[in-house]
């Protein structure tokens, strides 16, 4: 199993509507997780980090679900700029056996159309 | 402005050929990392660093080799023992191995 998992889409929306991603991660003691953005041909830019309880910055909001292992995006009122591949970052801990480096998700793909 | 810079943007070399990528940040952080992308492919894990003078490989180290003798630079070396070496690199930096990291530009390498 992956480290961490995500649907790779495409996810074609239409403009206005609310589309969410889930991003798994198989290391039950993961510390940290980010949510990214990239957009074709540029370099990822941290969207949002995820905390236990939530955080949402305009119309984006993560969540973190420990229990089940999974982190979520949710984009509403969606614009044609966020179209872009979202990417799934976790830490799984330096003594955890995962790793002590960041670990990216190969991300999701959205198309927000007219 | 603090930030990480990468270059050269575009890198042409002959196949055979030994290129290095440069990588320097001035956000006084003590992590580095880079990273290949291949066209509609995420992120593969090259090497790290979390300290000077010190790095691991990562899932695909084959073929490349790092230095870290300064904090602040981290190149990359993409030696002929690498199979497929065009692709998008990308180095990153972090204040520590579990906070966000921040991306350089990238160098897109082709190999001819």
């Known amino acids: 199993r992956k480290e961490v998992e995500q649907d790779p889409g495409p996810f074609n929306v239409p403009e206005g509507a609310t589309v969410a991603f889930n991003c798994t991660y198989s290391?039950?003691?993961?510390?940290?997780f980010f949510w990214y953005r990239q957009d074709c041909r540029k370099e990822p830019k941290l969207l949002m980090s995820?905390?236990?309880s939530g955080n949402e910055d305009g119309r984006f909001t993560a969540q973190l679900n420990r229990a089940s292992q999974y982190i979520s995006l949710l984009i509403r009122d969606s614009k044609l700029s966020d179209s872009a591949t979202y990417l799934c970052?976790?830490?799984?801990?330096?003594?955890?056996?995962?790793?002590?480096?960041?670990?990216f998700g190969t991300g999701t793909q959205l198309k927000v159309e007219l | 402005d603090g930030g990480i810079t990468q270059s050269p943007k575009y890198l042409f070399r002959k196949e055979g050929q030994n290129v290095t990528l440069s990588c320097e940040q001035n956000?006084?952080?003590?992590?580095m990392y880079w990273y290949r992308q291949d066209p509609g492919q995420g992120l593969r894990l090259i090497y790290y660093?979390?300290?000077?003078?010190?790095?691991q490989k990562g899932d695909i180290a084959e073929g490349y080799s790092v230095s870290r003798e300064k904090k602040e630079s981290f190149p990359l070396t993409v030696t002929s023992a690498q199979k497929n070496p065009t692709a998008f690199y990308l180095c990153?930096?972090?204040?520590?191995?579990?906070?966000?990291?921040?991306f350089g530009q990238g160098t897109r390498l082709t190999v001819v």
């Open positions: 990153a930096s972090s204040s520590d191995r579990s906070t966000e990291a921040f």
């Open positions: 290391n039950s003691a993961s510390q940290s």
């Open positions: 995820v905390y236990s």
């Open positions: 970052v976790v830490f799984p801990g330096a003594l955890t056996g995962g790793g002590n480096k960041l670990t």
């Open positions: 956000l006084n952080h003590d992590a």
């Open positions: 660093s979390q300290i000077v003078n010190d790095f």
